[in-house]
């Protein structure tokens, strides 16, 4: 059988048509390390919404993997820098990749959330976007929410930077962390998360510093008789995409997957506004003692911390160190 000339282009046609149906058809997947839970984990209902979105207004599938199925962050930026993984949903790694988003964590820079959340969605987050993505080919589609982090310790209560002289501090294993605690008067101490629990039970360390949510969630409480809400860092979550596929993608499609990252940003916000005011209650309800620290003492910690840190940032970001001053203008100008 020999094919005509119509045939053999409404074929090729055909193929070229389910070519095109395959290449759209396309499966994201999206990894984080929190749990899945959507009530209580502010990834997994940024996550779970974002994939409810893309769904629903596009052709693209969105497979989740949470709770570190895929590995921790630092291993989730590699996978999407590598392609691997399509969008992962990070905090802290991503001042591993891009230096210059480690200034966020300057302490007692935000004084409340709605302000951290017009910085970060105005011209100063757009910008440090951008940086970020020329540094790592990673787009940042959304900014999302880890929370405020706030002291805690089994010894005394914490009103002034005085208070925490002599008190053993456990910290992240990051040198911002260090400066801060130190400059405050305590001593810190670099453990693992994993082990934390027992450096608090064994008397390794006096306190720690995290979210309200994730001391409650992890039962630190139990082990704390005092907290202190100073929101010493404001810690944010980034919703990233590898930018080599997104720019592969439909109009269409990256606009859909846009507004779900949005969307997405501000429900893993909701949900951790949500875990905290919860958590105060909670730990309060079972004989934890919790302080509000007022503006003026809160001033005492700023001036206490911030030098220390702003200084050894300026030594470290090198060039980069201009994000400091721009971060520094913005929250002036959104506090105006």
Not at 38 to 62: C, H, P, R
Not at 92 to 108: E, Q
Request: charged residues 20%; aromatic residues 8%; negative net charge.
């Amino acid at each position: 059988m020999r094919f005509q000339p119509k045939t053999l282009a409404a074929t090729a046609a055909l193929c070229a048509g389910l070519f095109a149906a395959a290449a759209n058809a396309q499966t994201l997947r999206v990894a984080h390390v929190d749990p899945d839970d959507w009530t209580g984990s502010k990834k997994g209902a940024a996550a779970q919404i974002f994939k409810n979105i893309v769904e629903g207004e596009s052709d693209l599938t969105v497979e989740l993997f949470p709770a570190g199925a895929l590995g921790n962050e630092d291993e989730l930026v590699s996978q999407a820098q590598d392609g691997l993984t399509q969008v992962v949903l990070v905090s802290g790694a991503m001042s591993k990749i891009c230096p210059a988003a480690s200034v966020l964590d300057i302490p007692y820079t935000f004084s409340s959330a709605p302000l951290a959340w017009e910085v970060l969605d105005g011209e100063f987050g757009d910008a440090l976007a951008e940086h970020c993505l020329e540094q790592t080919g990673l787009r940042t589609l959304a900014y999302g929410e880890t929370g405020f982090r706030n002291f805690t310790n089994s010894e005394r209560e914490i009103r002034t930077p005085a208070d925490m002289e002599g008190l053993k501090f456990r910290v992240q294993p990051i040198p911002l962390y260090i400066e801060m605690v130190g400059a405050l008067g305590g001593e810190p101490t670099p453990i693992a998360w994993t082990e934390l629990p027992n450096a608090l039970s064994t008397g390794v360390v006096d306190g720690q510093e995290n979210p309200v949510g994730v001391i409650y969630n992890n039962g630190l409480h139990k082990l704390q008789q005092y907290m202190t809400l100073d929101g010493h860092v404001y810690a944010a979550d980034f919703l990233l995409i590898s930018d080599e596929f997104f720019q592969g993608l439909e109009p269409a499609q990256q606009e859909v997957i846009q507004k779900a990252a949005i969307v997405a940003g501000n429900m893993g916000r909701s949900i951790q506004q949500w875990n905290t005011a919860e958590g105060v209650t909670k730990v309060q309800d079972e004989g934890m003692q919790v302080y509000s620290p007022t503006a003026e003492e809160l001033q005492a910690f700023a001036d206490a911390a911030q030098p220390a840190v702003v200084s050894y940032l300026r030594e470290e970001l090198g060039d980069d160190a201009e994000w400091i001053d721009r971060l520094q203008d913005a929250v002036a100008a959104a506090s105006e």
